[in-house]
């Protein structure tokens, strides 16, 4: 992996050659390149050097890129071909407030059908989130601290039991990870603490089967997320030499 001046990993060149289904591997390799930030948001991804960098045909690319634009990972302009989703405030602010309407609405039925391994799972995520935070509050691995963080997130959308509402509710859990990865830098420095007894309430609430308690949680986790990135981006933090 390469590193920009600024920190920001770049996509290396791979080759696909030797897998039985060139797109969905090409498309795999693609997404999880988005995701983990190496193709960033509004990087260009042009087919004939999206094709050359992983070592096969523009067919598999194509495909690929289509699917990830349907998930909405990718933007297609007509004539000019493919981008990264960029990220505007806007949609930032409207993602997660999607993702705050459907964890509270599965927090309803997450109380009332929680099993035992539900809670343990949840706890050993807690537990893993935990791990990567070192006594003075500084994260030690932000990427797999994440990780857990929206796995534990997810679980607990999942345990409403709906699968359909689980798997949007994962379109909108991997946005959320692509935001925080970019803005990775920034958030690292910010509301470690707070963010881990956030987590600690939602678990708890929802071992005790208070809806109140749960629904409170995941709204203050969400909302103090939403504010510590307002700051990151005003004009002021903007503008602040680093």
């Not at 534990?152 to 946005?175: D, K, M």
């Not at 939602?202 to 969400?222: F, G, K, M, Q, Y």
């Amino acid at each position: 992996m390469h590193i920009l001046p600024k920190g920001r990993a770049v996509a290396e060149t791979v080759s696909l050659l030797g897998y039985p289904d060139l797109s969905q591997k090409t498309y795999e390799v693609v997404k999880d390149q988005i995701i983990r930030g190496l193709l960033p948001p509004g990087r260009r991804l042009l087919v004939v050097e999206q094709a050359q960098r992983l070592g096969v045909s523009r067919t598999p690319v194509k495909d690929a890129l289509n699917r990830l634009s349907a998930e909405g990972l990718v933007v297609r302009i007509p004539r000019k071909g493919y981008l990264v989703s960029p990220l505007d405030q806007q949609d930032v602010a409207e993602w997660m407030d999607a993702r705050l309407m459907m964890e509270l609405a599965a927090a309803e039925r997450a109380v009332e059908r929680a099993t035992q391994s539900d809670i343990d799972r949840m706890r050993w995520l807690l537990t893993e989130m935990e791990r990567f935070v070192d006594d003075r509050g500084a994260y030690l691995d932000y990427a797999e601290y994440l990780r857990r963080d929206c796995d534990l997130h997810l679980l607990l959308v999942s345990i409403a039991g709906n699968r359909r509402f689980t798997e949007i509710y994962e379109g909108l859990n991997v946005q959320n990870y692509i935001i925080r990865m970019y803005y990775s830098a920034q958030l690292q420095r910010r509301r470690v603490r707070t963010a881990l007894e956030e987590h600690r309430d939602i678990v708890a609430a929802l071992e005790s089967r208070d809806l109140p308690a749960l629904r409170s949680a995941i709204t203050r986790n969400i909302q103090a997320f939403m504010r510590a990135y307002e700051a990151i981006c005003s004009p002021a933090v903007a503008a602040r030499p680093r």
